[in-house]
């Protein structure tokens, strides 16, 4: 037995050989037995039988060969379909060829109808042995698996074939296949692998009831993000674990097995389209090009740099504070491109002398500036933080780009920039007027891009509330009435990059977010996801606005309008004019400010002269009715762009 032969299949092969052998000489037998009209008599006078066994074991070795060179030997025939059965058709032809061949060399006497009638008993007997294994294993599995979860299959497409046949013949399966829904009404009452079409997705809570089922897998990969999110929500009311197959270029590669059928994660609910870009137009011009990514270790930076590496840039320079986070993303990008020229750098945006030796070494042209401070709460108690990182992190990073003549510089900010309540939301404000500011001043290209909550990142709402529902609760939100925009990690990336494309110098791009999400919704859909009833199993608690946290957030300021770009979901948000002499001596005023006790109240002073749309919180029921005239506003402007 050769190194890491499997035992089991070495049995199976051995057991199939034999019956194979047996098969090919009773075809034989029943050629001839056929041949003299089922007259044993008559066969045994004609000679035949003598002739034919004198090259029996020829035949018998050679038509072995001719099964291992057609691949009988190495299908998994649990899972034989007509590709298989072609294959033993295509074996029976080839044995009978050389049963024809091989008596009329050695001159032995074959009658004429032999070679047909040998073909059709060899095929029937080879496709009995193969199918006959296939049910007996199933029927074994089925029997001798425990008990199975009931399990309806959404989708009675090729993907619901695939997972209605992994479920019955994987030894790793848990699942019991009982029904199918699909909205072809011409499939209704069909069947698929032998499990029945019931009905379609808008029945799913009555027949999971009909039909006491446990488990529901959604098994339609191609359809749209929209659609997805309201068969899963509506699957969701039923109670089930929700299972979620794989896209559909993993079916297309044959990658379907029990272990990548996930379950539903809340990013599969949200009913916006994923971002699509242009690759062709990204990798123009980030390949061949030194590509600088500040914040490079965080969720948005690592992001980015995995992009870019794919994308064949001449060098890629991670720049992070966080060694930690630095190292980690480091090996990953050595193993899954081991011929990219990296570098990883350890430093601070706020430190001039720093960026100005990386930007004069390494020669840059194109920055994508993404380190800074994001939680709200944390910087309200630590404004100046926020100021020294965020504001003078970028305007360092910005002044160096001009000094070494980067092509462009694309900053990362967000929509709490818009009409901001809190420190952090005020700094990234100044950071887009400081793109702006740098744009008119300088050759490089300045840009930002403006997007929302983050799916996923580290410190954002998710992961919190996965922990929270791990320990068994509560889960914690601030306001029943707060909403967030969201994406997901790479359609951010996505963004970003497809903005660098477009990019002229000095616009603010925005996503088009689709609708916001109320933050208690996406709490208790978690909740029910993870299988426990929000306020039975798990408790949900409202602990009041954090500081500096309003009821909604926004993607434009007013008096912003927006232009479209070639991609429907990205827009270009009108410059607002400020005084660029007045706004630098402002920035001169921060840094001339020491930070010392008592003078937080000056430092908020300063920004709100500053940032004019600065203000406190409201927490009253007037935010939320403001929130709803702001989301029509958008929706009506994005239509009408």
């Known amino acids: 037995m050769k190194p890491g032969a499997n035992p089991k299949r070495i049995l199976r092969v051995s057991m199939l050989v034999l019956a194979d052998i047996l098969a090919i000489n009773l075809a034989v037998f029943l050629a001839l037995y056929s041949r003299f009209e089922f007259s044993f008599s008559q066969l045994l006078q004609s000679g035949y039988l003598k002739e034919f066994s004198h090259f029996a074991i020829f035949g018998t070795l050679l038509t072995l060969l001719v099964f291992y060179l057609m691949r009988l030997y190495s299908s998994m025939w649990e899972y034989a379909s007509t590709a298989e059965l072609i294959r033993i058709g295509g074996a029976s032809v080839l044995s009978s060829l050389v049963y024809w061949s091989g008596m009329n060399m050695l001159q032995l006497h074959i009658p004429r109808s032999f070679p047909l009638l040998y073909l059709l008993f060899l095929g029937l007997l080879l496709s009995v042995i193969r199918m006959g294994y296939r049910y007996v294993r199933m029927h074994l599995h089925q029997s001798t698996g425990g008990r199975k979860k009931r399990t309806m299959v959404i989708g009675a497409g090729a993907a619901g074939a695939m997972v209605i046949r992994e479920f019955l013949y994987s030894e790793r399966s848990e699942n019991k296949p009982v029904c199918v829904l699909d909205d072809d009404p011409a499939k209704l009452g069909t069947y698929l692998r032998g499990v029945r079409v019931v009905g379609n997705t808008s029945q799913i809570v009555e027949m999971a009831e009909k039909h006491r089922i446990e488990e529901i897998v959604f098994a339609i990969p191609s359809a749209e993000r929209a659609e997805r999110a309201r068969i899963l929500d509506t699957a969701r009311a039923t109670g089930c674990s929700l299972l979620l197959l794989p896209g559909i270029y993993q079916l297309a590669n044959g990658e379907v097995s029990i272990q990548s059928i996930r379950k539903v994660d809340i990013e599969d609910l949200l009913g916006r389209e994923t971002v699509r870009i242009d690759v062709d137009e990204v990798a123009k011009y980030i390949e061949n090009q030194t590509v600088l990514v500040t914040g490079g270790g965080g969720s948005i930076g690592s992001e980015l740099c995995r992009m870019a590496a794919a994308q064949n840039p001449k060098c890629l320079i991670v720049f992070d504070i966080y060694e930690n986070n630095a190292y980690d993303l480091q090996m990953e990008l050595r193993r899954k491109y081991p011929d990219l020229n990296l570098v990883v750098l350890i430093g601070s945006v706020r430190d001039r002398e720093r960026l100005d030796s990386v930007f004069q070494q390494y020669r840059p042209d194109l920055v994508f500036h993404a380190a800074a401070h994001k939680h709200v709460p944390l910087m309200e108690v630590s404004p100046f933080e926020a100021i020294k990182n965020n504001v003078f992190g970028t305007y360092n990073t910005a002044l160096a780009a001009d000094k070494y003549g980067v092509r462009r510089f694309i900053l990362i900010s967000t929509d709490k920039a818009v009409n901001p309540t809190n420190v952090m939301g005020a700094s990234k404000r100044m950071c887009e007027m400081i793109v702006q500011m740098m744009n008119e001043k300088s050759k490089t290209e300045y840009v930002a891009v403006r997007f929302g909550n983050v799916l996923g990142s580290a410190g954002s709402v998710i992961p919190l509330f996965r922990r929270q529902i791990a320990e068994g609760g509560p889960v914690t939100v601030t306001d029943k009435r707060i909403i967030r925009y969201f994406m997901t990690i790479p359609e951010a990336v996505q963004l970003i990059f497809q903005a660098g494309a477009y990019a002229k110098g ?44 309003k009821l909604y957030e926004e993607l434009l300021l007013s008096g912003e309008g927006m232009d479209k770009t070639k991609n429907d979901l990205i827009y270009i948000g009108h410059e607002i004019p400020f005084d660029f002499d007045v706004f630098e001596e402002q920035l001169n005023q921060f840094r001339s400010l020491k930070e010392a006790h008592g003078t937080n109240e000056v430092l908020r002073r300063i920004i709100r002269e500053v940032v004019p749309t600065y203000h406190e919180p409201q927490d009253d029921i007037t935010a939320k009715e403001a929130a709803n005239a702001k989301e029509a506003a958008l929706v009506q402007e994005m239509a009408s762009v």
């Not at 977010?513 to 426990?532: C, K, T």
Request: glycine share 12%; no cysteine; net charge negative.
């Open 506 to 549: 000095g616009e603010i791009f925005v996503l088009d977010m689709g609708e916001p999400v109320r933050i208690d919704d996406l709490a208790r859909n978690m909740i029910r996801l993870s299988g426990f009833e929000p306020d039975v199993d798990i408790p949900v608690v409202y602990t009041g606005l954090r500081p500096g946290e």
